[in-house]
C-alpha cells in the first residue's frame, strides 16, 4: 500500500458560505411560496418542494469538511477503497461519505501526545488497564506527523552472562507513510511499542552489563571491551537499526533511540555493588603496593649508595618488613624508638 497525497484545494471555506447561502435563500422562499401560495402563482408549489428538499439534504456538503492543523494528516476511504490521504494545514471539501481511519486513535502509550490530562480534557474515557481510551465520534481521526517519543517503562532483562538488568529505553519516530501506518498493521503504535520490546531484548542479549573478558559483542569472533554502562551510545544505534528494521513496513521512521535507565536488577543489585567494591578495593590495594615496593627499592639504593649504614640481608629483610607495613596499612603506624646500639 503506497501513500496517495490528495491535490484537493483548499475550498472548505466558500463550500461552507455556499451552504449557509443556500439555507438563507431556502427559508426566505419558504415564507414567500407560504405569502403568495393562495394567490396560487405558477410554480409555487415546485419552488416549495426544492426549499424543503435544499433544508433537508443541503446539510450533507458539511460531513466533508475537514479542518487539519500543522504536521496533521487524515486518511480517507470511501466505500471500503482508500481514497488518498489530506497533508497540510488549511479547510477542506472533500467528498461528504469519505471516512477519516486511523485504528491507533484508541491507543493510549506512555508517549507525548497520549497523555492522561490531555484525553481528559477532549472527553476521551480511559479503559480500566490504562492501555486504551475511547474517543468521542469525530474525534482522534487525524494521524500526528510530528517528531513524537515513546517511553516503554524500565524492562527487566538477561544480559549475556545470564545477570539480570533492568533497562529503559525512549524512543523517537514520526510518521512518514500514512497509508502505510493505517492499512499495513492493525495498530501501528502497539506495532511500534512491541517492536521496541523486541529489539531492546534482542540487542541487550549480546552485551554484558559491565566490561568482562572473552565476550564477542559485535559478532566479528574476537573479544572486545564493548558493556552497556560503557558502550551506551553504540548499543542506542544498534537498537534503533533494529528497530528501524522492524517498523519500515509500518511507515514509521526512528529518528533517536536512547537509554534513559540501566541497573542491575533489584535481586542482585546488593552483592553486585559490592563486588564493584571489591574489585575497587582489590585495584586500590594493588596501586599502593607498587608504590610501596618502589620507595622501598629507592630506600635501599639510596642508602647503599651513600654508604650511610652497612645492612646485611637479614637486617635488609627486616627493614623491607617494616617499611612494607607502614606504607601498606591503612592506620597510621607506632613508631618504636631504639635508643641502643642498631643491634
Request: charged share 20%.
Amino acid at each position: 500500500m503506497e501513500e496517495k497525497i490528495l491535490t484537493t484545494k483548499k475550498n472548505g471555506m466558500p463550500v461552507l458560505l455556499a451552504v449557509i447561502i443556500l439555507y438563507i435563500v431556502s427559508i426566505a422562499a419558504l415564507f414567500i411560496c407560504a405569502r403568495l401560495y393562495q394567490d396560487m402563482y405558477p410554480g409555487i408549489l415546485v419552488l416549495i418542494i426544492l426549499a424543503v428538499a435544499i433544508l433537508v439534504i443541503g446539510w450533507i456538503p458539511l460531513c466533508g469538511l475537514k479542518v487539519l492543523k500543522p504536521q496533521e494528516a487524515l486518511v480517507l476511504t470511501l466505500f471500503g477503497n482508500y481514497v488518498g490521504t489530506l497533508r497540510g494545514a488549511g479547510f477542506y471539501a472533500v467528498n461528504p461519505f469519505c471516512t477519516a481511519v486511523n485504528p491507533a486513535a484508541r491507543t493510549k502509550l506512555a508517549q507525548s501526545g497520549d497523555t492522561t490530562s490531555a484525553s481528559a480534557s477532549k472527553g476521551f474515557k480511559i479503559s480500566l488497564d490504562g492501555q486504551h481510551v475511547i474517543p468521542d465520534p469525530g474525534l482522534g481521526m487525524k494521524l500526528s506527523l510530528k517528531q513524537m517519543t515513546l517511553n516503554n517503562g524500565r524492562q527487566k532483562i538477561n544480559d549475556c552472562l545470564g545477570n539480570p538488568v533492568e533497562i529503559a529505553i525512549a524512543v523517537i519516530w514520526n510518521v512518514t507513510d500514512t497509508a502505510k501506518a493505517v492499512f499495513n498493521v492493525d495498530n501501528y503504535k502497539e506495532y511500534l511499542s512491541l517492536q521496541c520490546d523486541s529489539a531492546l531484548r534482542n540487542i541487550v542479549r549480546m552485551y554484558p552489563y559491565d566490561v568482562a573478558p572473552n565476550v564477542d559483542t559485535t559478532g566479528d569472533g574476537k573479544a572486545d571491551e564493548g558493556s552497556l554502562r560503557g558502550s551506551s551510545e553504540e548499543v542506542a544505534r544498534r537498537i534503533r537499526s533494529e528497530i528501524q528494521s522492524k517498523v519500515r513496513d509500518a511507515g514509521l521512521e526512528i529518528v533517536e533511540a536512547r537509554i534513559t535507565y540501566l541497573a542491575y536488577a533489584p535481586e542482585i543489585a546488593s552483592v553486585m555493588l559490592q563486588r564493584q567494591q571489591a574489585s575497587a578495593i582489590i585495584d586500590a590495594r594493588k596501586m599502593i603496593v607498587d608504590g610501596a615496593v618502589g620507595m622501598v627499592e629507592m630506600a635501599l639504593e639510596r642508602l647503599s649508595e651513600k654508604q650511610v649504614v652497612n645492612l646485611d640481608e637479614e637486617r635488609k629483610a627486616a627493614m623491607v618488613s617494616n617499611l612494607l607495613v607502614v606504607l601498606c596499612g591503612n592506620r597510621d603506624a607506632q613508631p618504636v624508638v631504639n635508643s641502643g646500639s642498631l643491634y
